[in-house]
Structures are given as C-alpha cells and as structure tokens.
C-alpha cells in the first residue's frame, strides 16, 4: 500500500534470534523444555488445588488464577518463538502482531494485578485473622479475581489500540522475538509517535508501579505483625505462608524492572532479545517451582495426591 512518499507496512519480520543462527537448535531445546515445565508445574498446582479440600481457601484459589495466568501467558507468546527458531520464515501479519500483544499484555498485568490480591489476601489473614472469612468470602475473592482480569483486559485493550493506531512505514523488522512496544514504535511513523510512546510507557510504568507499591503497603503492615508475635516459632510460621509469594513478586518486579525502568542508552540487539526472555520465559518458569518448594502445605498436598496415584500401596 502506497501512502505519500512511503508505503504502509502490513507485515512485519521477527528478527528474534536469527542474530544467533549456530544457537537456534540450543535455544529451541532449552526453552521447549522451560515451556513444558511452566505447563506442567502450573498443571500440577491446579490439579492439586482441585483435588484437596484442605487447599480450597482464598489463598489456594488466587493461585489457580496465577496458574491459569501463566499458562494463557505463555502461550500467547512461547509457540511462535519455538516455531520460529526452527523456521527461516519468520513474517507475522499486523493483525497476528496486534493479537499477540494484546493477549501478552492482558495476560501479563492480570499476573501483576494478582499478585497484589494475593498481598492483600496475606495482609489481612496475618493483621486480620479474626476478620478474615468476612472480608475474604468467597463472593468476595471471586469478585478480587475478576477485577484482576478485567483490568488485565483493559490494559491490553489500551496499549494494542494505542499502539496500532499509528501507522508503520517501513522498515518492517522487528528487532525482537515477539510483538514487543517499544521496537515496534520505531517502526511507526508520524507527529504522534512520541506522544504514543510517552503515553503507553507512563500507563504501563504507572500500572507495574502502583501494584508494586500496594504490595510493598502490605507486607509493611505483615512484618509489623510478625514483630509483634512473641514466639519465635509463632513468627516463623507466620512469615513461611508469605515466603513464596514475596519470592515470586521479588522475580516478577525484577525482571519486569529490567523491561520497563531500563535507562535510555544504546543497547544491541542481541541484548535485547536475552533480556526479553527473563520476562517472557524465565519468570513463569521459576513461578511454579517457587510456589511448590517454597509453600509446605502444597509441597505435602502434591505428594500426598500424585504418590498415592503412583504407589497406592504406600499411602
């Protein structure tokens, strides 16, 4: 399509890791096998959630919805990148692009906007224990679940309407493996490019930011309980049903720090694409071994329920 001086792009080239052509087969191994494993862990978590009553409190069903998250997450982005690495045509259309994006951000700010929920879950059975089956019913908590993807969708609707409402000239590679902003803007041309990219930046830093804060709140008011607890061992236990959900937000925030907060300085491609992947693929793989190591009574739950099916006779 011809428009002025220029043509408008209608199709784009994911140049992702054509850059490392001798580590394409590596690359591909590894990360189908971080894939699998981000599957099956978050498998495993909601099978185990579903099958012990004893886990089917606000807690446990949050992270079902963490887990459903991950997974829809993953596949919004992690099968083009596999099918890519083992082909030498790597064009996506606009309308494949905006899909991807808008699928990867809605599924990626649900995952942030449940993790602040499953803060507040923690804040309030540490600093609210006698209130907690009122203010965590379960009206309540589904209504918390809902909202997280609703504002999921809505930041997704946002950033891909902002987005692909400019228009791209060439050149059409994108210097990335997935339909990521910031090298798709440079593809755009136009006087409201930059006011585009301030806007989708400020929104989505905002957003990251605000969850973040919000969780920061209330494990400020969790450690000021814990303090409080004259045990030792009351502390202790106290602290161990937070422990691997504030692991989980450290590696989400830091890795999404590294995406959003990264300073404004010259970067190669081949940077760029490693960094990419600690978000995209490294962070949901770690979550599930985090929340099954990390969280005893899930640890017992899985055993108890995949053992018993395994060696019946010793259970």
């Known amino acids: 399509m011809q428009r002025g001086n ?36 978050n498998l495993l978590i909601m099978a185990t959630v579903g099958s ?32 890519d690495l083992l082909s030498t045509h790597h064009t996506i259309t606009s309308m494949a692009c905006a899909s991807q994006m808008f ?35 379960p009206r309540g908590c589904t209504c918390l679940v809902v909202w997280s993807w609703v504002g999921g969708l809505v930041m997704g609707l946002v950033v891909t309407t902002a987005v692909f409402h400019l228009t791209f000239c060439g050149p059409n590679e994108i210097h990335h493996f997935a339909c990521h902003v910031p090298p798709l803007l440079k593809l755009a041309c136009g006087t409201d490019v930059p006011i ?11 957003a990251l930011l605000g969850c973040f804060l919000l969780i920061l709140l209330s494990y400020a008011f969790i450690v000021a309980a814990i303090l409080r607890i004259p045990s030792a061992e009351g502390r202790h236990k106290a602290f161990s049903t937070c422990a691997s959900h504030l692991t989980v937000v450290v590696v ?48 017992t739950a899985m055993k108890k329920t995949f053992l018993s099916k395994l060696y019946p006779e010793k259970i």
């Open 6 to 41: 220029f043509s408008v792009v209608t199709e784009f080239i994911l140049v992702g890791f054509s850059t490392f052509p001798h580590l394409q087969l590596m690359f591909f191994l590894l990360f189908l096998l971080m894939y699998l494993f981000t599957l099956l862990g």
């Open 52 to 83: 012990e009553r004893g886990l089917h409190t606000p807690m446990y069903l949050f992270l079902c919805a963490l887990s459903i998250s991950e997974i829809l997450y993953t596949l919004a982005i992690t099968p083009r990148l596999l099918a």
């Open 103 to 137: 699928f990867s951000f809605t599924f990626g700010f649900t995952h942030s906007f449940l993790l602040t929920v499953m803060g507040y879950d923690r804040y309030v059975a540490i600093c609210h224990p006698l209130r907690y089956n009122v203010l965590m019913s």
């Open 196 to 206: 585009v990219a301030l806007g989708v930046g400020l929104v989505c830093i905002t």
């Open 252 to 299: 989400h925030y830091g890795f999404a720090s590294v995406i959003y907060l990264k300073p404004k300085a010259p970067q190669s491609l081949e940077g760029d694409t490693l960094m990419g992947i600690t978000y995209t693929i490294l962070t949901p793989f770690l979550s599930p071994i985090i929340f099954s190591l990390r969280n005893k009574e899930l640890k």
